[in-house]
């Protein structure tokens, strides 16, 4: 089989989203408490999560060991509003794969 022939065999062996069905990708970040004010979840990364195309955010909280826990929230927003935001204190911060950071509460 030559290269051409080989690279469009390829190509055709990649996804293509069905214009009926929702969005993909995803984005992947993880959340850094350098406190922890509630004695909980611990300092360090604590948080791994995903943003899907559709806005929905799931996070697995790495706390208890071994499993951790997880959660599905409408968006991003949400999961802010209720886990980042109320905890000022516990300076976290949000990083995404592509090195993008969201710094929240005191002193930061």
Known sequence: MSKKEND????SLLPK???NLAAQGIRTFTVCRQQDETGVSGEGIV????????????????YPPPRGG??????????????????????????????????????V
């Open 47 to 62: 948080i791994e999560g995903v943003v899907l195309a559709t806005g929905q955010c799931i996070v697995h909280w790495l």
């Open 70 to 107: 997880i959660a599905i929230f409408d968006s991003m927003n949400d999961f802010i509003w209720v886990h980042i935001q109320p905890h000022p204190s516990n300076r976290t911060i949000i990083t995404y794969q592509d090195g993008e950071q969201k710094k929240f509460g005191e002193e």
């Open 17 to 19: 989203p069905p214009s």
């Open 8 to 11: 469009s065999a390829d190509d």
